[in-house]
């Protein structure tokens, strides 16, 4: 070969690492009563990091979900084909209990040891994450009709992944979806115009359009629709109890920017079977708790989306040679560096203090459950939506090795803005935060509890929750309060990770937060920390073991 075909000055592969190096989640785990747990994160982070888990990542999003709604003799079928990859992928994820192992296993720390295992597996290959976090956050929400739980339950927290269209009672383990958007009404759902008629036998059938569901394969649905008493929640399942095939009718599957891998679809109901779950005419009361769950894992996995960019930017950084030295050793690019993994450590903490917050919820304590409700909606919000700037960012790392396919950084680019999207948008979460500030006067105090827990600590951070509670004093005006509802979510975030990085982070990590983020010295883009700021301990920090 000619010398012109030399490959040199390139990064090698990105294999054979672990995502569950990371400092900042192992002591979250320590910190908050996951220490139990930790082995099995580590294991599944060393799985996740495989070269054989990233080409099941690849193929996944390489050979997208096809729709049959035919047989060959016409008949309907309404099957959705997935590659080989996708259920190892999802086998791998039930194994480990990602899907619904608190539920099963209720002991202290159950929920942050969950939330860490989808972290690290989220990181191969996020799509067939959105029905394993559906199934997680079905549960709760199904437990509002006894009966069906009682029946249901040990189906879905099985770890067994039973992949096939057959009655769910007879296989081993089940996947639940859940079906609530309607193209008139998107995160509106009580404009849904789906209706719900009693059968007589205790059962009821359905009749509409659903607009966005997402995993359409999924065994059963928690679905929305409008019975006599009002918008109500059903359990339906795709196939009947006598083998049949409920009249659940696949349209066509949408044409995603991102999340290919998974299949999402618009279904029609031609008087398909369901049952009540919960009471009739308080269906958005009783689908809340699951939509809580998977707001929960929409910031846990922009986190885990930030932490693969910025795992991938430090690796291209510290293989590739620039100007004559390192591109690690450039005080800009380490500057941009140093930047993303201030932001990713903020999104990683905040994220684990929230499944910390779930498990001290559950186990009775009031305060818990107020901080979550109010720090869930704002984090949803403000992490959510760093996602898609943090991906652009790491990808540009890379320049033009990071625009092309094989590098991985487009898929990571095109899932980000989902996050921010699924289970409401910046709006609708913003307009939570003013929801939870209202009605739920707990919740605030709970938060500057938390917060002032690093009272004295830093003064930026100080004058930072000071400057909130002036902002949060000037909401009474209903309109002044919408048009600021952004600015009230973004900022309860920004103090709230301020006040978790100064407790629990290194002193160059939270140094570099507060004065980006809480005092202002920040440019309008990543790598603008200050001069000054400490870059070293924050990249040593940021890099893997077997990435240095």
Wanted: net charge negative; proline share 5%; charged share 20%.
């Amino acid at each position: 070969m000619s010398a012109t075909h030399e490959v040199f000055n390139q990064a090698p592969p990105l294999t054979g690492f672990t995502t569950a190096d990371d400092p900042a989640l192992l002591e979250a785990l320590r910190r908050d009563g996951g220490a139990w747990g930790e082995a099995g994160v580590r294991e599944l982070g060393a799985r996740a990091g495989s070269e054989e888990v990233q080409d099941w990542a690849r193929m996944a999003e390489a050979h997208p979900p096809v729709l049959h709604t035919h047989d060959r003799y016409g008949h309907r079928i309404d099957e959705v084909e997935f590659h080989p990859a996708w259920h190892r992928l999802m086998n791998a994820a039930v194994e480990s209990g990602q899907h619904a192992a608190p539920w099963a296993e209720a002991r202290p720390g159950a929920h942050l040891v969950r939330a860490a295992k989808f972290y690290v597996w989220a990181q191969a290959e996020p799509g067939h994450g959105c029905p394993v976090s559906m199934t997680y956050a079905a549960v709760p929400a199904l437990r509002a009709q006894p009966g069906l739980a009682a029946v249901y339950e040990p189906l879905l927290a099985s770890r067994t992944y039973d992949y096939g269209l057959r009655p769910p009672l007879g296989k081993q383990g089940l996947i639940a979806g859940m079906s609530m958007t309607e193209k008139q009404g998107g995160s509106d759902v009580r404009a849904n115009t789906t209706t719900a008629v009693p059968a007589g036998d205790g059962s009821y059938v359905v009749t509409g359009h659903k607009w966005f569901t997402s995993a359409p394969m999924s065994d059963v649905f928690l679905v929305l629709a409008q019975a006599a008493e009002g918008l109500t929640c059903f359990l339906m399942p795709r196939v009947l109890p006598d083998g049949t095939r409920n009249a659940m009718r696949l349209q066509r599957l949408k044409d995603k920017l991102g999340n290919r891998s998974n299949a999402s679809a618009e279904i029609e109901y031609e008087r398909a079977v369901a049952w009540p779950v919960g009471e009739p005419g308080r269906g958005v009361r009783t689908i809340v708790e699951m939509v809580n769950m998977t707001r929960l894992d929409c910031v846990i996995g922009s986190a885990a989306g930030m932490r693969a960019g910025l795992r991938q930017a430090l690796h291209h950084a510290a293989h590739r040679k620039a100007f004559g030295a390192g591109l690690i050793d450039q005080p800009l690019m380490r500057n941009v560096l140093a930047d993303l993994a201030v932001e990713s450590e903020a999104a990683t903490v905040l994220a684990m203090r929230l499944a910390a917050a779930l498990d001290r919820s559950e186990a009775g304590d009031a305060a818990e459950a107020a901080l979550r409700r109010l720090a869930l909606a704002a984090g949803k919000y403000w992490v959510c939506k760093r996602g898609s700037s943090h991906a652009a960012e790491a990808l540009e790392c890379l320049g033009g090795n990071g625009y092309v396919e094989e590098s991985g950084m487009p898929r990571l680019y095109r899932e980000a803005p989902l996050l921010s999207i699924w289970e409401g948008s910046g709006n609708v979460a913003a307009l939570d935060v003013l929801r939870a500030l209202t009605r739920e006067p707990a919740a605030l105090d709970a938060y500057f509890a938390e917060v002032g827990a690093a009272a004295g600590a830093d003064a930026r951070l100080d004058a930072a929750a000071n400057r909130l509670r002036d902002l949060l004093g000037s909401l009474s005006d209903p309109g002044r309060a919408q048009l600021l509802a952004r600015r009230v979510a973004e900022q309860l975030t920004l103090v709230l990770q301020g006040s978790l990085l100064v407790r629990h982070s290194t002193p160059a990590v939270a140094d570099a937060f507060c004065a980006s983020r809480l005092d202002g010295d920040w440019g309008g883009a990543y790598g603008t920390l200050p001069p000054g700021t400490d870059l070293k301990p924050v990249l040593e920090r940021a890099r893997a073991e077997e990435e240095q």
